[in-house]
């Protein structure tokens, strides 16, 4: 039997559960086959298990939706690439791949943190297939207008909240996960441009005016993800949201006080939160002071305004701490130094809370000859057990700083857990890919619940 040569992506079809087209990731590297799949639930037909589940068919797209069912024939734990272990519903149908098809056994599971909608795995490509991984789409690529041609009879009517992702780049990953997130939940999702936004000072009618001239108005919810630069400029916007009556889901003041390092460690120690020893300085005098202050080198140097681990060094010796110090000082900047806690090895534990609760938790390990565990600096992510104390602190250091939606920082100590920073804008990515969560979705859900929607 002459074989099907394909790339590494490709599209293909699931005739019997009625997706003529959906594009696939071909990977001889994982046994299993995959398709995203949600609202999974089983159900009996004919004396025999069923499941029915919907799927999201375009990538990107959660407005089109199938429904789809078929016979089960196994649920199965099956390991992802990151380690997580899932247990999954089992089915088999038939898969339509260029002119040529036969039966195979996919996975259902809820593929919106991943690339592709569908994995295909060599158990179905066994005999029939050859993966040629330099090439892609070697069996031709729908256009947009035969997918909305044939998907057009299924895109889901709009009832949902009206809800604004106020950020700076569309296509960051944490960005493009909230928008399908609302849109999976039927909400109608918008992307505001945060340097696209002007603003009308007015006591009676505020407004919020949008390139062009478009006034933003009857927005239900807005969802500020402000990066650290554009800080002053995104809690003015947001403040404006407030003043017209719309929910954020964070607040201009907790995103304010939560981006003064200083501010934020002196609140939290307020409500009996331990923290790394620390020292604060301006002044270029007394450096051999500050030093012994937080109990010697090795010590860490932060610059106030650093995040994702910029502006954060680590000093071995007095020497290099004292010449670290006054460098920074040069520049007439704010620092704050920290003891360094070596027995945590380069790891420390990112907890994500949204609405008082702890909903993931991963462990961040710094690179080989890196101190900084942030996922942008190299780190990685993985899994982790964390403890009752942790998850207490975590929710404790949201609620003082009065954050919804936090991203809260400990280092394991021989002190117990300290606390190392509240993040107000926490990133996605890591984290869901290391736990398989959908912690967009929990946001998405945090505004429904606040402004009681049903």
């Known amino acids: 039997m002459q074989k099907l040569i394909l790339g590494s992506e490709e599209w293909c079809g699931f005739p019997e559960l009625g997706l003529p ?16 799949a949600l609202n999974i639930a089983p159900f009996q037909k004919d004396g025999e298990t069923w499941v029915k589940f919907d799927i999201n068919p375009i990538q990107k797209n959660q407005k089109t939706i199938i ?16 380690g997580y272990r899932e247990q999954r519903y089992v089915i ?32 179905a490509m066994s005999g029939r297939i050859l993966v040629d991984p330099e090439q892609k789409y070697l069996l031709g690529e729908p256009t947009p207008e035969y997918l909305k041609e044939i998907y057009q009879k299924s895109v889901a009517q709009k009832t949902g909240l009206r809800i604004g992702l106020l950020a700076s780049n569309p296509e960051l990953y944490s960005n493009r996960r909230i928008i399908e997130a609302g849109e999976a939940r039927g909400h109608e999702m918008h992307f505001l441009n945060i340097k696209e936004c ?50 954020c889901l964070n607040s201009a003041k907790a995103i304010t006080q939560s981006r003064d390092k200083l501010y934020s460690l002196q609140l939290l120690l307020h409500h009996g939160i331990d923290i790394p020893t620390t020292g604060f300085a301006n002044s270029p005098l007394d450096t051999d002071d500050l030093i012994k202050m937080v109990g010697g080198t090795p010590l860490i140097v932060k610059l106030l305004e650093g995040t994702q681990g910029k502006g954060v060094v680590l000093a071995e010796t007095k020497k290099a701490a004292e010449s670290v110090i006054n460098a920074f000082k040069s520049l007439n900047a704010n620092i704050l130094v920290q003891e360094f806690i070596k027995e945590a090895d380069g790891k420390d534990l990112r907890l994500f809370v949204v609405d008082g609760k702890v909903v993931a938790a991963m462990q961040r390990e710094a690179a080989p000859g890196e101190f900084r565990a942030n996922i942008h600096m190299g780190g990685t992510a993985s899994v982790v057990k964390v403890t009752p104390d942790e998850k207490r602190i975590a ?23 300290l606390l190392l920073e509240v993040n107000s804008s926490p990133g996605l990515e890591g984290i869901e890919g290391a736990t398989n969560k959908d912690i967009a ?14």
Not at 67 to 82: G, M, Q, T, W, Y
Not at 229 to 240: D, E, K, M
Not at 396 to 415: C, E, H, Q
């Open 92 to 123: 088999q149908t038939e898969l339509k791949i260029g002119e040529e098809s036969w039966t195979a056994e996919v996975t259902l599971t809820n593929r919106d943190s991943m690339g592709f909608r569908m994995l295909l795995g060599r158990e």
């Open 67 to 82: 429904h789809c069912e078929a016979k089960l024939i196994d649920k199965r734990i099956v390991k992802s690439s990151s």
């Open 198 to 247: 002007y603003m009308k000072l007015d006591a009676d009618k505020p407004e919020i005016h949008y390139r062009g001239g478009k006034i933003l108005d009857n927005f239900d919810a807005i969802i500020p993800r402000i990066r650290p630069s554009i800080t002053f400029y995104g809690c003015a916007l947001t403040r404006q949201f407030e003043a017209m009556k719309v929910y």
């Open 21 to 36: 087209s959906i594009k696939a990731r071909v990977d001889s590297g994982a046994k299993t086959s995959a398709l995203h």
């Open 441 to 454: 979705g929990e946001m998405i859900k945090s505004i429904e619940k606040s402004i009681k929607w049903k």
């Open 395 to 417: 929710i404790k250091a949201a609620k003082a700083m009065d954050l919804k939606v936090a991203g809260v920082d400990i280092i394991r100590s021989s002190k117990g857990p």
